[in-house]
C-alpha cells in the first residue's frame, strides 16, 4: 500500500497500490524484508521475459549475449540467479515462475490455486493465477512456501483445503515412487541438450530407486497449450480491454496483440473452454492416480537471444498444461548446454500435491549439485 506497482507497464507509472498483497503482509509478520521490486512483462502476459518499453531484464548466464530470462517473472528470475537476493517471489498463469526459473538456474514453484492468497496481486486470469517462490533449492522452497500458504479471509479459495504440511517428508526420497514421463511424440521440439539433461535427470532418480513408465496421456501437450491461452485471453481482455484497444496508450506491440483476441470471445466460448478444462482434467485425474508425479522438461529449449525470438510464439509448451490441469509443479536445474547455459526438470503432481513435488525434488538435489551452480558475474 502506498508504493508504486506498475505490473510492468508504462501506463501504469505513477499506479499507487491502495493495498498490501496478503502475501506481502503473511512474510513481514514473519520477519521477512522485502528488499526491493523487479520488473515483469507488462500485466504479466508472455513467457519470453520481454518487456518493450521499461527495459528486458538481462539473464546472467550470458553477459555478452542478451538472451531472455524468462517470463513473466523475469526481474524475480534475475535478481535471485545474479545474487541481489536470496529467492524472491513470481506468479505463475501459464509458466511465469517456473519458466524464469529454467532459464536462469533456480528452483521454482507452481503451487495449485487457493494454496497461496491472490488478494492484492495484479491480476491476468483469476482461473489460472498462482504466486509461488524462485529461489535456488527445494529447501528453501519448502520453507517459502510454508510461510506462503494458509487461509486469508481475503481470498476464500484459500480455505478449501487446509494447509500442507512439506517439511515433515521432505527428506523422504523417491523410492518406490511411479513416475511418469513423456512419450517421444512430445518431445520433438525440444533442443538436444534439454533432452539429454531430461534424460540423465530420469535416470537418476530411477537410481534412486523410483519406477519410471511413460505415460498415456489422454491430451497432447499442445493441444493444452492452446486451450490455456483462451481462458488466459478471455479473462486477461476482461481487466485491460479498454488499454488494448486505445491506440493512444502505449503498450508493448508483443503484448497488445496477445490479450487482443480477447475481445472476440463469446460469454459461450469462454464457458464452454472452462467446461471443456474440467473434462480434461477429470481424464487426467487418473495419471495423477497411477502416477506420483509426471517428469517433463521445464523448457524446449534454452534461454534464447532476446532479438532472435519469434513474438508470436510461446516456450510455455510444458509449463501451460500445469496451470490448465490445476496442478501443481516444480522447476529444477539439472544441467547446462554447451553454451553454457542452464536446462530445467519440470516435476508436476496433481492438485494440492505440493509436499510430493517438493519431496521428489528435493530426492533429485541431494543427488545432483546443478543447483549449486552460480553464473560467473
Known amino acids: 500500500e502506498g508504493q508504486i506497482t506498475q505490473g510492468g507497464s508504462q501506463h501504469f507509472a505513477d499506479r499507487v497500490s491502495s493495498v498490501t498483497a496478503s502475501l506481502v503482509e503473511r512474510l513481514k509478520t514473519a520477519g521477512v524484508y522485502a528488499l526491493g521490486k523487479t520488473h515483469t512483462v507488462e500485466f504479466a502476459m508472455g513467457g519470453w521475459g520481454t518487456n518493450q518499453h521499461l527495459g528486458t531484464p538481462v539473464n546472467p548466464w550470458d553477459l555478452d549475449t542478451h538472451r531472455a530470462p524468462g517470463g513473466s517473472s523475469s526481474g524475480s528470475g534475475v535478481a535471485v540467479a545474479a545474487g541481489l537476493a536470496p529467492w524472491a517471489i513470481g506468479t505463475d498463469t501459464g509458466g511465469s ?9 533456480l528452483t521454482g514453484l507452481k503451487t495449485t490455486v487457493g494454496r497461496v492468497s491472490t488478494y492484492g496481486v495484479i491480476p491476468l486470469s483469476p482461473t489460472l493465477d498462482t504466486p509461488g517462490p524462485m529461489c535456488h533449492c527445494v529447501e528453501d522452497a519448502a520453507h517459502l512456501f510454508t510461510l506462503l500458504q494458509g487461509p486469508d479471509d481475503k481470498d476464500p479459495r484459500t480455505k478449501i483445503v487446509p494447509p500442507a504440511d512439506v517439511l515433515t517428508t521432505l527428506d523422504d526420497g523417491v523410492t518406490g515412487l511411479n513416475l511418469a514421463i513423456l512419450a517421444d511424440c512430445e518431445l520433438d521440439s525440444v533442443e538436444p541438450a534439454v533432452r539429454s539433461a531430461y534424460e540423465s535427470s530420469i535416470a537418476c532418480l530411477e537410481a534412486q530407486g523410483a519406477r519410471i513408465a511413460e505415460a498415456q496421456l489422454p491430451v497432447r501437450f499442445e493441444d493444452m497449450v492452446e486451450n490455456t491461452m ?6 486477461g481482455y476482461s481487466f485491460y480491454g479498454e488499454l488494448i484497444d486505445d491506440p493512444r496508450v502505449t503498450l508493448d506491440d508483443d503484448v497488445r496483440p496477445r490479450l487482443g483476441p480477447g475481445r472476440h470471445i463469446l460469454a459461450k466460448d469462454y464457458l464452454l473452454a472452462l467446461r471443456e478444462r474440467e473434462t480434461i482434467k477429470e481424464r487426467f485425474a487418473k495419471i495423477f492416480q497411477d502416477f506420483d508425479a509426471l517428469l517433463t522438461p521445464t523448457t524446449a529449449m534454452t534461454a534464447p537471444v532476446v532479438d532472435d525470438i519469434d513474438q508470436t510464439s510461446t516456450p510455455a509448451v510444458f509449463t501451460r498444461p500445469a496451470n490448465f490441469l490445476d496442478a501443481c509443479a516444480l522447476a529444477l536445474p ?3 548446454s554447451p553454451q553454457g547455459l542452464p536446462t530445467s526438470l519440470q516435476v508436476m503432481c496433481g492438485g494440492y500435491q505440493e509436499a510430493m513435488v517438493l519431496r521428489i525434488g528435493q530426492a533429485y538435489q541431494r543427488d545432483t549439485q546443478w543447483h549449486l551452480q552460480r553464473p560467473a558475474i
Open 230 to 235: 483462451q481462458i488466459i485471453a478471455a479473462e
Open 97 to 105: 515462475v517456473r519458466l524464469p526459473s529454467a532459464w536462469c538456474g
Open 334 to 336: 539439472n544441467g547446462f
